[in-house]
């Protein structure tokens, strides 16, 4: 095969691998502006014939057909729960990691493992256990118990991720920094922090989606708009026998929205553009 | 403007003991070069000093003050590390500046301090890169100037020069002496070079399995060496040591040849004591190629094996009752493998160490 030949295959065949991976997301964004009618004709209507903003005007309470779903409230809940346990879990990760990369303690390794192996318990499997201790305590249906919950899920992997990038920062960089008169604490915020800023802001991003993602304990955790996220409010859309697809759809353009612009926010960041030419080269 | 000093210091890692109550004084503006193979405590030593490291036991003074539980920030030291630790996220300029930041100085004052820092080590082109940007022999110069630019009473350097490699190392060398002649500030030095040791100290103290094994200046311990393990660690090639026993004013070798004692230390020689006959490379010369002042010297004739030519000189290996020993043949000619040359050595400049304990008969 010549080499244009096999050039082109390689186009074409990434583009098929593509467009499966992406189709489902286009889809959900295209019915987003969409009317039900259009989404549901079969054989399926892929060039849209008109595309309006009418689903999410009626999502927010305006125009003709106005869906009763809270909206604001379970935007305003996803947002607070969704910083509140990424900021809480990012400063434990980042205690949490530095200890880990720095001190020696016993029960150091065992403890490490412990972290990861909390990982492969599906949250789901938790679920129920947590239900039930939460309705003791009283914790069910507040925004309190459902970021308790994420910051918990969070930490282990904060701690996972940022151990590494501090355990890249030799430690002759804190004992300079102490000899040119820091105190432990300076040298940690003047030297080390910045040197681990990219990797502090990658489990920050992976923290926060995964709170904005989550559905499975929230949808067992929360009841009303006191609590509800944005994932869990999707649900509000299937009736007994009806389901909105097209409310659905727009409600689910704007889960992705947020997220999407903190990605590309702190992607620069996450490009660890560091280089470590401070120790020999 | 302080000295240094280091009482019964000890330093043990649980059960472990790396350091065994050290005693050292160090005077104002003396240059000290702690040296000794790896493992021998040296940079622990360094470290304990730097307050890097606590101490287990006795007592550290730095111009008076006895700072065993002062933090490295309140010594007023500085120190220069193996691996440079420069800050990577800072220019040349922030890395110098960095301490007179933290302890709050006035922002022209930095600059000024920078500058001079930046002056005396040839800095001012690179004021405003980062460390990456730098070679191996820049970012030993930056970190030098870090040490300089906040006028601490003490300089700490960790082996800065392994790093490099041996050319520059040689030109580092001469800039850190250099510096020490500009500042005139008290320096302590880790080195496991003997080399570096030599060139650079004032003073040198040798050190092994946590022990200081001897102090003195460079020519001291290089012609009086108190046991074996200084005589073959300081000096390049390393001292000859021959197996031998002390039979009537004569050292006999094992293959029966003898060597006058010598003239010193017949006094401390008794009959029949089992030593390592101790010389150096240089005394051990070709007749006509030796050094013009030799006097007193022993006629010996050397098959030699090999010979390694360095232009000015060159070494000759040979053997001396079956043990391979170094000779040195100056204002050289071409020798061949396996030719027979008379030789003599100078035999009042040997050493006799006891064969047992390894310490020298002087």
């Known amino acids: 095969m010549s080499r244009r030949a096999r050039d082109i295959a390689i186009w074409i065949s990434t583009f098929i691998t593509m467009l499966i991976i992406c189709l489902p997301g286009l889809w959900v964004v295209l019915s987003a502006f969409r009317s039900n009618g259009e989404i549901l004709t079969r054989p399926a209507v892929w060039i849209p014939e008109g595309l309006s903003l009418d689903n999410f005007r009626s999502i927010f309470g305006f125009g003709a057909n106005v869906v009763a779903i809270p909206v604001g409230s379970y935007f305003a809940n996803s947002l607070i729960i969704s910083m509140t346990s990424t900021v809480v879990a990012v400063a434990i990760g980042m205690a949490g990691g530095y200890a880990f990369a720095r001190y020696h303690f016993s029960g150091k390794a065992a403890g490490f493992l412990g972290f990861m192996l909390s990982r492969t318990v599906p949250g789901i499997a938790l679920s129920l256990p947590l239900f039930i201790l939460w309705s003791w305590i009283g914790l069910i249906d507040t925004r309190l118990g459902v970021i308790l919950v994420y910051t918990a899920i969070n930490v282990p992997f904060t701690i996972w991720l940022t151990e590494g990038f501090f355990r890249q920062i030799p430690r002759d960089l804190n004992e300079a920094a102490q000899i040119d008169g820091c105190t432990p604490w300076q040298a940690?915020?003047?030297?080390?922090?910045?040197?681990?800023?990219?990797?502090?802001?990658?489990?920050?991003?992976?923290?926060?989606?995964?709170?904005?993602?989550?559905?499975?304990?929230?949808?067992q955790l929360t009841r009303s708009t006191d609590s509800k996220t944005l994932p869990v409010g999707l649900m509000d859309f299937t009736a007994q026998f009806t389901i909105d697809w097209a409310g659905m759809c727009a409600m689910a353009v704007i889960i992705i929205i947020p997220a999407l612009v903190l990605t590309f926010l702190v992607q620069k960041h996450l490009i660890s553009g560091l280089t470590f030419g401070g120790v020999k080269g | 403007?302080?000295?240094?000093?280091?009482?019964?210091?000890?330093?043990?890692?649980?059960?472990?003991?790396?350091?065994?109550?050290?005693?050292?004084?160090?005077?104002?503006?003396?240059?000290?070069?702690?040296?000794?193979?790896?493992?021998?405590?040296?940079?622990?030593?360094?470290?304990?000093?730097?307050?890097?490291?606590?101490?287990?036991?006795?007592?550290?003074?730095?111009?008076?003050?006895?700072?065993?539980?002062?933090?490295?920030?309140?010594?007023?030291?500085?120190?220069?590390?193996?691996?440079?630790?420069?800050?990577p996220h800072m220019t040349v300029r922030e890395n110098l500046g960095f301490g007179l930041k933290i302890a709050g100085r006035p922002a022209a004052e930095i600059e000024a301090k920078t500058n001079e820092a930046a002056d005396i080590l040839g800095l001012q082109p690179y004021l405003d890169r980062t460390p990456a940007a730098l070679s191996g022999g820049q970012r030993q110069r930056v970190a030098m100037g870090r040490a300089i630019v906040r006028h601490p009473d003490v300089f700490l350097f960790d082996e800065p020069l392994s790093n490099l490699d041996a050319k520059l190392r040689t030109q580092m060398r001469v800039e850190i002496k250099k510096l020490h002649r500009k500042v005139k500030t008290t320096i302590v030095y880790v080195t496991h070079d003997q080399v570096e040791a030599m060139t650079l100290a004032d003073r040198i103290v040798i050190m092994k399995d946590g022990h200081i094994v001897q102090t003195g200046t460079p020519l001291d311990l290089f012609e009086r060496p108190v046991n074996m393990f200084v005589a073959t660690f300081i000096g390049s090639p390393p001292m000859n040591l021959v197996d031998g026993v002390i039979d009537g004013g004569k050292v006999r070798f094992g293959d029966g040849s003898t060597v006058p004692t010598p003239g010193d230390l017949k006094a401390r020689a008794e009959n029949g004591r089992k030593v390592k006959f101790g010389f150096r490379a240089e005394d051990l010369t070709p007749v006509g190629h030796g050094l013009a002042d030799t006097v007193n010297a022993a006629p010996i004739d050397l098959t030699i094996n090999l010979a390694e030519p360095l232009g000015s000189e060159t070494l000759l290996l040979t053997e001396i009752a079956g043990a391979e020993v170094q000779a040195k043949m100056f204002n050289p000619r071409p020798i061949k493998p396996g030719e027979t040359l008379p030789c003599l050595l100078a035999t009042d400049r040997c050493h006799l160490f006891d064969a047992a304990t390894g310490k020298t008969l002087r």
């Open chain 1, 188 to 219: 940690f915020w003047r030297v080390e922090f910045p040197l681990a800023k990219a990797g502090i802001a990658s489990s920050a991003i992976f923290a926060f989606l995964t709170s904005w993602n989550e559905y499975a304990l929230a949808s």
């Open chain 2, 1 to 87: 403007m302080a000295d240094v000093s280091l009482k019964n210091v000890s330093k043990s890692y649980g059960a472990v003991k790396v350091v065994h109550g050290i005693d050292l004084e160090i005077a104002h503006d003396e240059f000290v070069v702690l040296v000794g193979p790896s493992g021998c405590g040296k940079s622990t030593t360094l470290r304990m000093i730097a307050g890097l490291e606590d101490i287990s036991g006795g007592e550290i003074a730095i111009g008076g003050n006895v700072v065993n539980d002062l933090p490295p920030r309140k010594r007023n030291i500085s120190m220069v590390f193996q691996n440079y630790a420069l800050y």
